[in-house]
């Protein structure tokens, strides 16, 4: 049973443009949202993060936004640069397990193309 | 920012031997570890949590006779992956965390791919 899921496993976008990038959960007790980034042949890394009492994060490029009726979230990044080509991960944590358990989608490869 | 090394990078080990694999923070202290692992095209899945000097917490489904995780240490855990198999082929990453505090805090190895032949 995926409690995280990323239906795209992959995504393609023209330099300058916006990626969109997006992530479904169904467990109610997430309330904490992550997106990390990863390059081949390294971990993955920390990119940007939201709490559910809000509905937009935003960090330079990247904004993510959180829809908690429809349990889903978005990553955006504007504008798309050929260095944001990597594997993104969505994750979900709870407060009632301490934050310490990350449950991960399966990721979506996006490539920026010049 | 902190760093956690996870060594080795690549293994190829016949059937039924014993594989370690070793997850280290570098420039903090990790009061929790965490190791997952992931098939192909699949989400990075939660093996188990280990905290310094205790026993490791395994999800459910996860052998842990057959994971055997030590975290003798506050900048070592090791994975041993016991009598390995084919079906155990898999890419794991280990994850460090340095205080009680939400994800942005969790930094990760760049994992190990695991061949059993």
């Known amino acids: 049973d995926q409690q995280v899921k990323q239906n795209s496993p992959s995504l393609s976008v023209q330099e300058g443009r916006i990626s969109i990038l997006n992530c479904d959960y169904t467990n109610s007790m997430f309330d904490y949202f992550l997106w990390y980034k990863k390059y081949p042949a390294e971990g993955p890394t920390f990119l940007i993060s939201i709490s559910s009492i809000k509905d937009k994060n935003e960090d330079g490029r990247f904004t993510v936004f959180l829809n908690k009726s429809a349990k889903h979230l978005s990553l955006h990044i504007v504008p798309s640069q050929p260095g944001d080509s990597a594997v993104y991960f969505c994750a979900a944590s709870a407060r009632s397990g301490g934050y310490n358990k990350l449950i991960f989608g399966a990721g979506t490869r996006l490539a920026v193309h010049p | 920012g902190a760093v956690v090394s996870q060594h080795p990078s690549w293994v190829i080990c016949k059937s039924g031997t014993s594989v370690k694999i070793e997850c280290r923070s570098l420039?903090?202290?990790?009061?929790?570890m965490f190791w997952y692992r992931q098939f192909p095209k699949q989400s990075l899945m939660l093996m188990a949590t280990s905290n310094e000097g205790s026993k490791a917490t395994y999800e459910q489904g996860v052998e842990k006779d057959k994971f055997l995780i030590n975290h003798a240490s506050l900048t070592l855990s090791t994975l041993t992956v016991t009598s390995a198999h084919p079906e155990d082929s898999s890419f794991y990453i280990c994850s460090a965390r340095e205080t009680r505090e939400a994800g942005e805090k969790l930094f990760f190895g760049s994992g190990t791919q695991l061949s059993v032949l």
């Open positions: 420039d903090f202290q990790a009061t929790t």
